[in-house]
């Protein structure tokens, strides 16, 4: 069954120290899409990230960068030298492009992030 | 400006009283969906359309009605709510299925007394 887990509910960190969010995904589709969306304090959900299953490439936008890892199932996030602004709840989410697809979205639970000044 | 709106914002009602979330996408695309968000649960999906007149249940479904009559609109109905649908709502659109970018609404948040 699909299924998305953040096991990080909450990360607190202070300003420019670096912060990993861990997201695990189970799927038994061979073609699947992961995402990463933020969600700050305003609460709409901005897009960061997709990558499909057979991109395993490593990712840096900025100050941030995506470790997917298809043998341990995982696709995790850094922030390098966190500031305030990035304190948010972030999801990983997995949509699955084998047969049957719905075009559903999985989220994990979210990981609740603060950055202290 | 790409945009999916979602109206209204904040929403306090009782219990029975119908009520309908509008959303509108101005991408011209063929997926949208309903969401709801929850403490610990993350979002889950309520329902989803892959086109005009076309409409399905996604993974909590009950106690809500969608409608597909035009491209750009997909409202969510809840012709009785109860409590526990007290909740965020998001809706979202995307130009290929589960493969593309999701563009999500501003949310709303429903609380039913």
């Known amino acids: 069954a699909q299924k998305v887990t953040q096991a990080q509910t909450e990360i607190s960190v202070v300003e420019k120290e670096d912060v990993t969010l861990d997201c695990v995904y189970e799927?038994?589709?061979?073609?699947?899409?992961l995402f990463w969306y933020k969600q700050p304090p305003s609460g709409e959900l901005v897009f960061l990230i997709r990558?499909?299953?057979?991109?395993?490439q490593n990712e840096i936008s900025g100050r941030y960068s995506w470790n997917f890892q298809k043998s341990t199932s995982s696709f995790n996030f850094t922030i390098t030298a966190s500031q305030v602004v990035d304190s948010a709840v972030y999801f990983c989410?997995?949509?699955?492009?084998?047969?049957?697809?719905?075009?559903?979205?999985?989220f994990g639970q979210g990981t609740t992030l603060q950055v202290k000044p | 400006e790409a945009q999916v709106t979602q109206n209204p914002r904040y929403l306090i009602t009782v219990t029975g009283k119908k009520l309908t979330v509008t959303c509108s996408q101005n991408?011209?695309?063929?997926?949208m969906s309903w969401y709801r968000q929850d403490p610990g649960l993350g979002l889950r999906q309520i329902y989803y359309?892959?086109?005009?007149?076309?409409?399905d249940k996604g993974d909590v479904p009950e106690g809500y009605k969608v409608s597909r009559k035009e491209k750009r609109n997909f409202p969510l109905i809840l012709e009785s709510p109860s409590p526990n649908q007290t909740s965020l709502y998001f809706c979202?659109?995307?130009?290929?299925?589960?493969?593309?970018?999701?563009?999500f609404g501003q949310g709303t948040r429903l609380t039913v007394v």
């Open positions: 979202a659109s995307s130009l290929y299925r589960g493969l593309s970018e999701a563009f």
């Open positions: 799927t038994r589709d061979t073609t699947y899409y």
């Open positions: 990558r499909n299953s057979f991109d395993e």
């Open positions: 989410a997995l949509s699955e492009a084998d047969s049957g697809n719905t075009g559903k979205l999985i």
């Open positions: 991408m011209n695309h063929e997926y």
């Open positions: 359309s892959m086109n005009v007149e076309v409409t």
